[in-house]
Each structure stands twice: as C-alpha cells, then as structure tokens.
C-alpha cells in the first residue's frame, strides 16, 4: 500500500512531517532517482535518497510504543558515551527490528521523568518547541527566594540564547538548612533552562527532577534506574496531545542507519 512520502520518512525517525515537507520542497529528496514533489506517494519496493544517501525502510509495522524510565543522577542522554559512564539506553527493554528514541534529553545531574518511543513522528513533535509541551520540574534551590524573585521568573529573563521564563512556580516541600523545593513548569526544552533561570537570580538548584512532560506523570512507585510501559490510552492521549490525529495507527520500526539519522534536528535538553 502507498502512503505519502512525509508520512513515511517521519515514521522512520528522520523528523516531523512538516520539516520533511521542507526538505521535499528544497530537492533534497530524491525517489528512483527523481527528485520527490509534495504530494508524492511511495511503496516500500521504492529507492529513496536523502542528501543523495539511500533510506533503508522497514518493511514491518509495529504499534506505537511510550515508555517512562526514571532517570538517576549520573547517567548521560546519549546512546554511547567515549568517556565509559552509563547513559539512559544502558537499562532499556530490547525489542528485535525496534529502535528507541529519547524525547529529549536531561543532562547528567538531572534525574527523573524520560520518554522514549518507537514512533520516530512523535519523538519529533513532542521535541519540537511549536508543540507548546509543557515540561514540569521538582527544584530545591539553595538561597532565599521572595516574591520578587519569583515574579522575575514568571515574566521572563532575557538569557544568551534568548528570552525564557517558568509558566508557574509553586513552593513545594521544605528542605533542611537554606535549601527549599520548588515545582517550575516551563513550555521549552533549552540546554539547561530551568537551572540557568535560576542561576539568574543568584541562586544556586542542588537539585532537579523532572516529574511531568505533557499528560504523562512519573509514577511515585518508578524506581530510579526502572522504567514503564504505557498503556494503550496512555500512549493515544499523549499522541493526540502532540496533534498526531491517527493516534491509533500503527507505525513503521525505525530502522534507519545512523548515517541518515544524523540529519534529524538536535534534540533538546535541559
């Protein structure tokens, strides 16, 4: 069965379907060696080329999977580390002919809530800052944190790379000495945002836990370094929160080569 060329390249991982409408707009895809015009549909016996590199399809299809891992401190997002630490992937369920991609990152001392899917479409638009996501965080700040300051935060700080701010801040349990715990929620994914909103403020996080990206909440019994699947209805809502409207539908394994793979946009981290 034919299905449009977007729709089967976001499947595969390469990037949402609007960034790969851009890229057949642009001539950078090519279909048995003709250069591939929106609107143009492709069977899996097709040979299509990226920047003049065959995409391998899978030739499966499989349903859409969501799982939630509880990342511990220490731990990189990244499928390989040269320096020998333990990355997020270390401890993830192995499936044959499945792939899973991180919606996002966390950096090495953030723990918490991290997605991954096999669904190389909805990794993309839930990264994708147009998606309007909101990502919520457990912060204990070392120093004293008034009305002012938090205003400050809500309203917007104008950092390097650009202005940035917490939709809300509520104060959340007390912490011994001059450390209290805060729940921020922020709508973007920007290296190290929720930290560098703080340090702005001359206060110091000594400690950051994400516990809710959109619909999906970490579950308190989800031990650090363990992970869930979600349900069937989990997974629709959070696919129909990202606007994916066959949220039912299956997808294909994402089987790309890494090659190919690094052409998809830079995946945000915190």
């Known amino acids: 069965m034919s299905e449009r060329l977007q729709k089967v390249l976001a499947a595969e991982g390469l990037g949402s379907r609007r960034e790969i409408e851009r890229w057949i707009e642009s001539g950078r895809i090519a279909v048995n060696g003709d250069v591939a015009k929106l609107g143009l549909k492709v069977e899996l016996s097709d040979v299509i080329e990226l920047d003049g ?97 938090m205003r400050t935060l809500r309203e917007g700080v104008l950092l390097e790379d650009g202005m940035a701010r917490f939709t809300d801040i509520q104060p959340g349990r007390n912490a011994t000495g001059a450390n209290s715990w805060y729940y921020v929620v922020l709508m973007e994914g920007k290296n190290r945002e929720v930290r560098r909103l703080w340090e702005s403020q001359d206060l110091q996080v000594s400690r950051l836990k994400r516990v809710r990206f959109g619909n999906v909440f970490i579950p308190s019994s989800l031990k650090a370094g363990k992970y869930t699947e979600l349900s069937k209805e989990q997974v629709d809502g959070l696919a129909q929160l990202a606007g994916i409207q066959d949220a039912s539908a299956p997808i294909d394994n994402e089987t790309v080569s890494d090659q190919t793979r690094s052409t998809k946009n830079k995946k945000s981290r915190k």
Do not use: C
């Open 53 to 149: 590199k065959r995409v391998r399809l899978s030739t499966k299809k499989t349903e859409r999977r969501v799982i939630i891992y509880n990342k511990p401190e220490g731990e990189v997002s990244t499928r390989s580390d040269p320096e020998g630490r333990k990355t997020v992937f270390d401890r993830l369920p192995v499936s044959k002919g499945e792939r899973w991609i991180a919606v996002g990152r966390l950096d090495m001392n953030t723990s918490g809530l991290l997605l991954f899917t096999n669904d190389g479409e909805l990794a993309n638009v839930l990264m994708h800052p147009s998606s309007q996501i909101d990502r919520e965080y457990a912060v204990r700040v070392k120093g004293e944190v008034d009305e002012d300051v």
